[in-house]
């Protein structure tokens, strides 16, 4: 939509320049030669990038740039500085300040319209309403004044007064951004980052460190532990505001990009030589190919600068005054956020030793400084194809984390809704029972009690056929009775919580003979069992489950009086097997199967009584256990039910 540039320079010809080059690419450019000028352009119009000069005949780039990232109509807007190459200061000035990007003169055009094009599309997606920003610090005043800051700009704020709450905050919240102190009671700051650093989902936030102190080896160790980008605490909060908007503005591009530039892209290198006479020829020389150059005298000014802007590659003098080379590229190859960046170490001569030296100090290339620069060209060329190639492949593996993750996400929210779904079905289930129990048992008693009313006050009155017939009413009533009330024991075992404890077996199967008691007594069964062991089990459930066995082998007996006798054995190392044996009149093998479904018995009603519900109820009971239940018998010489039960849960 609104991809319009505005350029601020006071050079005809560049302005010329620019607005041919970025009008043939559809980037609209409004032109203007002062900062009085620009800013009464910002005042009417909307851009999406401003390309300023830093040095303007009626003021300073910088301080319009500040002026810019105040106004909250203008903070959210992409700006690149132009500037001749030579002002370090004003580069790293600026970028501090929130420029999104700073191009030394000469420029390269094509670098400029590529940078622009990027540039000019991100700025859209960035809109400060909607980002969630997370504040670490264990300063109640120092948290509520940002807070208040923030929350001005529109953004959104969460609060954490230590590093572990801020973390699981971060883990459930998915802020937008982290600001984090360095100094917490617990973990301190950098190691927070670390850790975002370390987990595939939260990796890719963006995280401003508040350092204490102003030496240098603070904003070294912020950069080391992962930190986007650092600000000293005892700075005024504007700072960390401005440093804040251009962390999520260079967030937003890295999003917005394709997960692999191309080879062809706008890449920038740094080029760091005491010797200015060289640094100025390798410059010409790779800005013939298209290349952004940045240029530093010195291994601290190369710091500097990579603090504030990332670049594609660094060609690092290896003899240099102050702080050398090799100083240099350890200190970039230990920072986390640097270490990736290509290092080719220039020597003076082709010096086996040097070569050595630069190799071990980290650098990823060496190359003598006699060579010719066509070589040179090629090295840097091969240099960012490596990192493009590490660059995708990490791009890759966090893709395929984050997918990863995300799946895992889904399946068990998948999961969820349908242990949702089943709990609702199994409480719908409960609540049928208990209408069934209630409403339904209440008419059938009626019936039963009155029909038996009828069969002892007119027995022999109404004529054998009505005596008959009333005898199957109340039979059948009384039947319909033990059917429900046994679909409602099969409801209840799923119904209720599991209740799962170790309990003796042997309590279980004494619960199970004493309500028993009765038909032990009549039918003159004997049960016996050898020691039971403990087990992991629900214990009502177990002892029902003791009492359907042995009442059918009580019931189903033959002409001998019940003999029955239960017994345990370890299995492996995984689970009990119980068996109850008795010397009925056993179950043909074809039936073996057929028995434990709902309502199928094998005999008649007058010959057993019975529902054909136990052993349903039976199979339910081990299955919510986890284990099985199955039956060995011959017809006529007595049947062994077992059930395995597992050791652990
Ligand atoms: P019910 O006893 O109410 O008929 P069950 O589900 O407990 O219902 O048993 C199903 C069928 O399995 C019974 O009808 C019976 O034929 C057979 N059965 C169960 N236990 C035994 C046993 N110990 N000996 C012989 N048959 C048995």
Redesign the pocket.
């Known amino acids: 939509m609104n991809a319009n540039v505005l350029v601020v320079d006071d050079s005809l010809t560049v302005r010329m320049n620019l607005t041919d080059m970025l009008s043939a690419v559809d980037l609209p450019v409004v032109a203007c030669a002062s900062v009085a000028e620009a800013k009464a352009a910002l005042a009417s119009d909307q851009f999406s990038l401003v390309i300023l000069d830093v040095l303007l005949p009626d003021g300073d780039g910088i301080e319009l740039l500040k002026d810019i990232r105040a106004k909250p109509s203008t903070a959210g807007t992409a700006v690149m500085l132009l500037s001749t190459e030579a002002e370090v200061r004003d580069r790293v000035r600026g970028l501090k300040t929130g420029a999104d990007e700073y191009v030394g003169k000469p420029y390269d055009v094509g670098y400029i319209i590529a940078r622009a094009r990027e540039l000019a599309t991100q700025r859209d997606s960035v809109t400060p309403a909607q980002e969630t920003i997370l504040i670490i610090d264990d300063s109640v005043t120092f948290r509520e004044t940002l807070k208040a800051a923030l929350a001005d700009e529109s953004y959104r704020v969460l609060t954490a007064a230590s590093g572990e709450a801020g973390l699981r905050m971060a883990a459930t919240l998915h802020p937008t951004a982290l600001i984090v102190d360095g100094e917490l009671p617990g973990i301190d700051g950098a190691t927070v980052i670390r850790h975002i650093r370390l987990d595939a989902a939260l990796r890719g936030l963006p995280c401003l460190l508040l350092t204490g102190s102003e030496e240098r080896d603070a904003e070294m160790r912020a950069l080391d532990a992962g930190a986007d980008a650092f600000v000293r605490k005892d700075q005024d909060i504007t700072v960390i505001l401005a440093r804040l908007s251009a962390m999520l503005r260079s967030a937003a591009g890295r999003v917005l990009k394709q997960p692999t530039a191309s080879l062809q892209g706008p890449k920038k290198i740094l080029a760091v030589d005491d010797s200015e006479t060289y640094l100025q020829q390798i410059a010409e020389a790779l800005r013939a190919d298209g290349y952004e150059m940045v240029l530093a005298r010195s291994g601290e000014e190369a710091l500097e600068l990579l603090a504030v802007q990332p670049v594609d590659c660094i060609l690092l003098d290896l003899m240099m005054p102050g702080m050398g080379g090799r100083e240099a590229c350890k200190r970039i190859k230990s920072a986390q956020v640097m270490r990736d960046i290509p290092i080719v170490m220039l020597t003076a001569v082709e010096d086996r030793d040097a070569m050595i030296q630069g190799l071990s100090a980290g650098a990823d290339d060496y190359i003598a400084k006699s060579s010719d620069l066509d070589l040179l060209r090629a090295r840097v060329l091969a240099q960012i194809r490596r990192k493009q190639f590490q660059d995708e492949n990490r791009l890759i593996r966090e893709h395929l984390l984050r997918r990863e993750k995300e799946e895992a996400e889904k399946h068990n929210q998948v999961l969820e809704a349908r242990a949702a779904e089943l709990k609702r079905s199994n409480e719908d289930l409960q609540q049928f029972a208990n209408i069934a129990a209630h409403d339904l048992q209440e008419p059938l008693r009626t019936i039963s009690s009155f029909t038996q009313l009828l069969a002892q006050r007119y027995k022999g009155k109404l004529g054998a056929d009505a005596d008959e017939f009333i005898a199957y009413a109340v039979d059948g009533a009384q039947r319909m009775q033990l059917l429900i009330q046994g679909v409602l024991a099969y409801c209840r075992v799923g119904t209720t919580e599991k209740d799962f404890q170790e309990i003796s077996s042997e309590t279980a199967l004494q619960q199970a003979v004493t309500n028993l008691y009765g038909a032990i007594g009549a039918s003159g069964a004997e049960v016996t069992h050898d020691p039971l062991p403990a087990v992991i089990a629900d214990n009502v459930q177990l002892s029902q489950l003791f009492q359907?066995l042995v009442g059918?082998?009580i019931?189903?007996c033959s002409a001998a009086p019940p003999r029955i006798h239960v017994s345990a054995r370890k299995s492996g190392e995984c689970e009990w097997i119980f068996s109850v044996r008795?010397n009925?009149?056993?179950?043909e093998p074809r039936?073996f199967e057929k028995?434990f479904l709902m309502f199928?018995?094998?005999?008649g009603r007058t010959e057993?009584s019975?529902?054909?519900?136990?052993?349903?109820v039976c199979k339910k009971i081990v299955e919510r256990h986890n284990g099985r239940i199955w039956v060995e018998?011959e017809a006529e010489k007595g049947?062994t039910?077992y059930f395995a039960l597992p050791l652990r849960r």
Request: proline residues 0%; aromatic residues 14%; charged residues 10%.
């Open positions: 359907n059918n082998a019931k189903y008795d009925g009149i056993g179950i039936y028995i199928q018995r094998l005999h057993f019975g529902t054909g519900i136990g052993l349903t018998s049947s039910f």
